[in-house]
């Protein structure tokens, strides 16, 4: 069994709560983009963005992996996305680093979040039967 760490350094547990998701099915890159939005704000706020993101009211702006990508409605918005499948994830987390904190004994209305990062997990490997006895690798990647 692999030894699970946080990357996150220099942890209060006294005024801090943290929480994490492992091997998740969901895609890597766009996982990126939302840790990236949502780091800095604070909880309740990036709950209610994601809350939005489900309902593709707010996109979430792609700065790095954002080729060949649309605009999005707004002023000044660039290249976006609705990563849905990511945000009902990345909620979970969040919602239990909120349980985390109550059990605590800390004010979740007074949480920030002051780390997200995501980092690519196992492939699950898949193939797929084509013609004239040949087979395609069909790969999912985890988050």
Known sequence: MAKFSYSFQNFDPER???ASGRDLRMSPKLSVEVCREIKGM?????IKLLDD???KRKPIPLRRFNDSQGHKKGKGFGPGRYPVKVAKEIKK???NARNN???????????K???????R???LRGYIPRAFGRATPFNE???
């Open 101 to 111: 904190a109550e059990q605590k004994g800390l004010d979740p209305d007074r949480l």
């Open 141 to 143: 990647q985890t988050t």
């Open 16 to 18: 801090m709560a943290k």
């Open 113 to 119: 979040i002051i780390h997200a990062a995501a980092h």
């Open 121 to 123: 997990g196992p492939v």
């Open 53 to 55: 993101v489900i309902a």
């Open 42 to 46: 604070m909880l309740n706020d990036a």
């Open 93 to 95: 987390i969040l919602l």
